[in-house]
Nanobody, 124 residues
Framework: QVQLVESGGGLVQAGGSLRLSCAAS????????MGWFRQPPGKEREWLAARLGGGSTYYADSVKGRFTISRDNAKNTVYLQMNSLKPEDTAVYYC??????????????????WGKGTLVTVSS
């Protein structure tokens, strides 16, 4: 069982940066794929990025080059650094965890663990 708690959301101006954090419980953190999704108002939840325990990273095309996922296995924490933010990045951002990486992340299908989300609002 994994519990995830996000932090770091807030209001930021367009062009600014924000770093989200996700603290995970459990002693087997490194065995999980950790990642981020977001859900804009009125839209479906979409996958953004994932990072395997060994360091491999994967990004959705929509955020590649602007967002960076990292993890500190010693702190059981995963981060999402978001740069050059745009108003369309406004969304609730969710941390997620699963044992495997694949279409479950890209298609948001069958991810086992979720945080409650943190709101990011980008003003124009």
């Amino acid at each position: 069982q994994v519990q995830l708690v996000e932090s770091g959301g807030g209001l930021v101006q367009a062009g600014g940066s924000l770093r989200l954090s996700c603290a995970a419980s459990g002693r087997t953190f490194t065995t999980y794929v950790m990642g981020w999704f977001r859900q804009p108002p009125g839209k479906e939840r979409e996958w953004l990025a994932a990072r395997l325990g060994g360091g491999s990273t994967y990004y959705a095309d929509s955020v590649k080059g602007r967002f960076t996922i990292s993890r500190d296995n010693a702190k059981n924490t995963v981060y999402l650094q978001m740069n050059s933010l745009k108003p369309e990045d406004t969304a609730v951002y969710y941390c997620a965890a699963d044992r495997t990486y694949g279409s479950n992340w890209r298609l948001n299908s069958g991810i086992n663990y979720w945080g409650k989300g943190t709101l990011v609002t980008v003003s124009s």
